[in-house]
């Protein structure tokens, strides 16, 4: 059965080979490439340094950056499309090819049963994917992590593009994005209109559920007062709400809160107040505290676990309906 497997997907799984291979090398060349360039341009500290801090030559990060910005972006992109299209080029045909030419019924009068068969295809198709998903991943990861502050990690974990790229997530996306294609391979039991519809339905999920997984860690809580700094960088954590609180602890309406201070920019004879002045009238005024929920930045690992959680529920719901409808085939 296994070898049965093999032969029918080996050209889905000589092009994985081809494009880890390839990926690799090709990963491997820019991240020397651009290790030479930082050597080169005199960045070498600014890797671990904020842009402030760093003491470099005059232009050299605006060049860095303008230089390796679309092959940053290239790298990330390439992470994230790849669970699409294994969903669509794997997952997609792995049935829906079956059924359609009707080579299914050969399969269905053999010794091994249609849990079995269906098994072994799934194995076959779906861990040579993974680790191409894997490797190829961590060889990204590692090239940006290389950049430091230099390169997109400059914008946080939870910026959208590092988010989907990072730790368990893409394994996740993954394993959904195959079992969504196997799953309409089997109910259309066409290959292209599978494809197609893998496609569409993987980035309609995608986007519906972007924001689900930030109600499922517990976020911490920061208030402080008129004229004291929250100190929460939105670009570093992952602010979930953010305001001003009134005497009570109640949120101020946004289009209050504009209204307030730009009251109190003016003392009550119409000359510009002073800041302590204009401190002073915040709380009279009804802005007693601001106020943000926020997931910090080293809860990160968490949000990944829980939007892998999410995505791999997802995938065992669609693997128990390919499996009912597999068994509904004639």
């Known amino acids: 059965m296994i070898w049965a497997s093999w032969r029918l997907q080996r ?11 390839v990926g690799s090398g090709v990963i491997a060349l820019l991240w020397s490439a651009m290790l030479d360039d930082i050597s080169s341009s005199q960045l070498t500290q600014c890797v671990t340094q904020s842009l402030e801090e760093c003491s470099a030559p005059d232009g050299a990060q605006k060049a860095f950056r303008e230089a390796w910005g679309n092959p940053f972006l290239l790298g990330q992109f ?35 049963s249609r849990t079995r068969w269906m098994f072994s295809k799934l194995v076959i198709a779906l861990v040579p994917a993974l680790v191409v998903v894997v490797v190829l991943q961590h060889l990204v990861s590692g090239w940006l992590s290389a950049a430091g502050t230099l390169g997109p990690w400059m914008n946080g974990p939870f910026n959208a593009v590092n988010f989907g790229i990072e730790h368990v997530s893409p394994v996740g996306y993954t394993l959904f994005a195959f079992m969504l294609g196997t799953f309409l391979g089997v109910v259309s039991r066409r290959t292209l209109v599978a494809m197609t519809a893998a496609l569409g339905a993987f980035i309609v999920v995608r986007f519906a559920l972007s924001g689900l997984v930030n109600g499922l860690v517990p976020a911490q809580r920061k208030e ?3 004229g004291t700094s929250l100190d929460v960088d939105p670009n570093r954590n992952l602010v979930i709400e953010d305001g001003w609180l009134d005497a009570a602890g109640r949120p101020v309406p946004e289009d209050e809160v504009l209204a307030l201070n730009q009251a109190c920019k003016t003392t009550p004879g119409g000359t510009p107040n002073t800041q302590e002045g204009f401190l002073a009238c915040l709380p009279q005024s009804g802005l007693a505290k601001r106020y943000a929920v926020f997931i910090p930045e080293s809860q990160a690992w968490q949000v990944h676990l829980a939007d892998a959680a999410v995505y791999g529920g997802l995938a065992a719901l669609l693997l128990a309906g390919t499996a009912w409808a597999l068994r509904r085939q004639s």
Do not use: D, N, R
């Open 11 to 21: 050209l889905q799984l000589i092009t994985l080979l081809g494009l880890l291979v």
């Open 78 to 112: 390439t992470i994230t499309g790849l669970p699409a299209l294994i969903g669509v080029f794997i997952g997609a045909p792995l049935f829906a090819k079956e059924l359609e030419q009707g080579t299914h019924v050969l399969a269905f009068t053999q010794s091994a």
């Open 224 to 226: 402080v007062t008129a």
